[in-house]
């Protein structure tokens, strides 16, 4: 009793809580399930379920499996498939509102051309004419959520970045810069992060073959219509032709070897040959949120050139002080150089010698002398501060 009390509690150590919204009403629940549990739910590779671990740090990336997509945007991470959602870690502050969000979007019916399809037509298997599939409003969900939390951080980082800028051109000081500095490590690392998912949205949109993987609801649709057809033929003919057999065989080697692989594709392929459908929902539907991620991305250029305006204005009134500085030290130092000239005259009259000068009459002789000291270091100090602003030194 005590072992299997303990290997039950190991059990759910290994395990990790996820959220699953299903299609039906948007009903959510928490279960605590295993890796390889997960593996067989979605039939997604262990590879990809540690690209959605809380604790490892991934490049943002969606990807279509035969199964499901995985969806691993910034803070966004989900395994979304034909039929519910799998949110990891939703007891967590920052992912709970990911999975009310969820189950208030989906549990809402699906309105006809959601996702502005061409012609107001949808992909087949998404619940109605015209309506998007649920793999698609799930995946909205989660694009709208990951750049709308791009998009207010970048709009308070401007709110806090404009008036600190301002504040520091005007008022150069240690608590000003401090403040500058810790607005553009911030700027940095969002410009970083918003740029990961502008990235991966064109590198989705510029590949065929991965949106056609992510379409799920089809893709089931269609290997079930492939299905009915190979049984009414079976039906049809008791004793298969010899061409029938050697397909069935091939299909199912094709098979045996998807489930070595772990239960998905690495490109997303879909396991039914001529599986080819429309992308022209799906692409709209990324292009309007690449369109998004885009302005986000130009606001925070916009604010990057405006700390480097910033920066540039300050080097600029720093070198200008300098400046400044350097011209007094060469005012102050020929003001010396002159003055010490004078004290050297000074010291030639004061020596103790026998000049005529000095056996001459004294009235007013003291005052003479010594303005014209004065005078004479005055017009050599104002001469030379004439030459330096005519060589250019001075301004």
């Given at each position: 009793?005590?072992?299997t009390?303990?290997t039950?509690?190991r059990?759910?150590a290994g395990a990790g809580e996820?959220?699953?919204v299903?299609?039906?009403?948007?009903?959510?629940r928490?279960?605590?399930?295993?890796?390889h549990q997960?593996?067989r739910?979605?039939?997604l590779p262990a590879?990809d379920?540690?690209a959605?671990?809380p604790?490892l740090?991934?490049?943002?990336?969606i990807s279509g499996?035969?199964?499901?997509?995985?969806?691993?945007l910034d803070?966004?991470?989900?395994?979304?498939?034909a039929?519910?959602v799998l949110v990891?870690a939703?007891?967590?502050?920052d992912?709970a509102?990911?999975?009310a969000?969820?189950r208030?979007r989906?549990?809402?019916p699906?309105?006809?051309?959601?996702g502005?399809?061409?012609?107001?037509?949808a992909a087949s298997?998404?619940g109605?004419k015209g309506?998007?599939?649920?793999?698609?409003?799930a995946l909205?969900?989660c694009?709208?959520?990951?750049?709308?939390?791009l998009?207010?951080?970048?709009?308070?980082?401007?709110?806090e970045?404009?008036?600190?800028?301002d504040e520091?051109s005007?008022?150069?000081?240690?608590?000003?810069l401090?403040r500058?500095?810790q607005?553009?490590?911030?700027?940095v690392?969002?410009?970083?992060?918003v740029?990961?998912v502008r990235?991966?949205l064109?590198?989705?949109?510029?590949?065929?073959?991965?949106?056609?993987?992510?379409?799920l609801?089809?893709k089931?649709?269609y290997?079930?219509?492939t299905a009915?057809?190979?049984s009414?033929r079976?039906?049809a003919?008791n004793?298969?032709?010899e061409?029938?057999n050697?397909e069935r065989?091939g299909?199912?080697?094709?098979?045996?070897g998807t489930s070595?692989?772990?239960g998905?594709?690495?490109?997303?392929a879909?396991a039914?040959?001529?599986?080819?459908p429309k992308?022209d929902e799906?692409?709209?539907l990324?292009?309007s949120y690449?369109v998004?991620?885009?302005?986000?991305?130009?606001k925070?250029?916009?604010?990057r050139?405006?700390?480097d305006?910033?920066e540039?204005y300050?080097?600029i009134?720093?070198d200008?002080k300098?400046?400044?500085?350097l011209?007094?030290?060469?005012?102050?130092?020929?003001?010396t150089?002159?003055?010490?000239?004078?004290i050297?005259?000074t010291?030639v009259?004061?020596?103790?010698?026998t000049?005529?000068l000095?056996?001459?009459?004294t009235d007013?002789a003291f005052?003479?002398?010594?303005?014209?000291i004065?005078?004479?270091t005055a017009a050599?100090?104002?001469?030379?501060l004439l030459?330096?602003?005519r060589?250019?030194?001075?301004?």
């Amino acid at each position: 009793m005590a072992s299997t009390t303990a290997t039950a509690r190991r059990r759910h150590a290994g395990a990790g809580e996820w959220a699953a919204v299903s299609v039906a009403g948007g009903a959510r629940r928490v279960e605590a399930a295993g890796k390889h549990q997960l593996m067989r739910r979605t039939g997604l590779p262990a590879r990809d379920l540690r690209a959605l671990d809380p604790a490892l740090s991934y490049p943002s990336s969606i990807s279509g499996r035969d199964r499901a997509v995985v969806v691993n945007l910034d803070s966004v991470r989900a395994v979304i498939t034909a039929a519910e959602v799998l949110v990891p870690a939703p007891r967590d502050p920052d992912v709970a509102p990911l999975v009310a969000e969820l189950r208030a979007r989906l549990a809402a019916p699906p309105s006809p051309g959601a996702g502005g399809g061409k012609d107001g037509q949808a992909a087949s298997g998404g619940g109605g004419k015209g309506a998007l599939p649920f793999e698609f409003r799930a995946l909205e969900v989660c694009l709208e959520f990951a750049c709308k939390a791009l998009e207010q951080e970048t709009c308070t980082l401007e709110k806090e970045a404009y008036p600190a800028l301002d504040e520091l051109s005007s008022n150069v000081s240690t608590l000003n810069l401090e403040r500058v500095r810790q607005i553009k490590m911030r700027l940095v690392a969002i410009s970083g992060r918003v740029q990961k998912v502008r990235d991966e949205l064109e590198h989705l949109l510029d590949d065929d073959v991965d949106m056609a993987a992510m379409h799920l609801s089809e893709k089931l649709a269609y290997q079930a219509t492939t299905a009915d057809g190979r049984s009414s033929r079976l039906d049809a003919d008791n004793e298969p032709s010899e061409e029938l057999n050697e397909e069935r065989d091939g299909e199912v080697e094709e098979e045996g070897g998807t489930s070595e692989g772990g239960g998905g594709y690495g490109n997303g392929a879909s396991a039914a040959a001529g599986f080819t459908p429309k992308i022209d929902e799906l692409e709209i539907l990324l292009e309007s949120y690449f369109v998004q991620t885009d302005g986000t991305l130009n606001k925070l250029n916009t604010l990057r050139e405006y700390v480097d305006d910033t920066e540039d204005y300050i080097n600029i009134m720093l070198d200008e002080k300098q400046n400044q500085l350097l011209q007094m030290g060469i005012m102050l130092s020929t003001g010396t150089l002159v003055v010490s000239a004078g004290i050297a005259v000074t010291g030639v009259f004061g020596m103790n010698i026998t000049i005529p000068l000095y056996t001459a009459a004294t009235d007013g002789a003291f005052w003479q002398v010594t303005g014209g000291i004065v005078g004479a270091t005055a017009a050599v100090y104002v001469v030379a501060l004439l030459c330096y602003r005519r060589s250019g030194i001075l301004q």
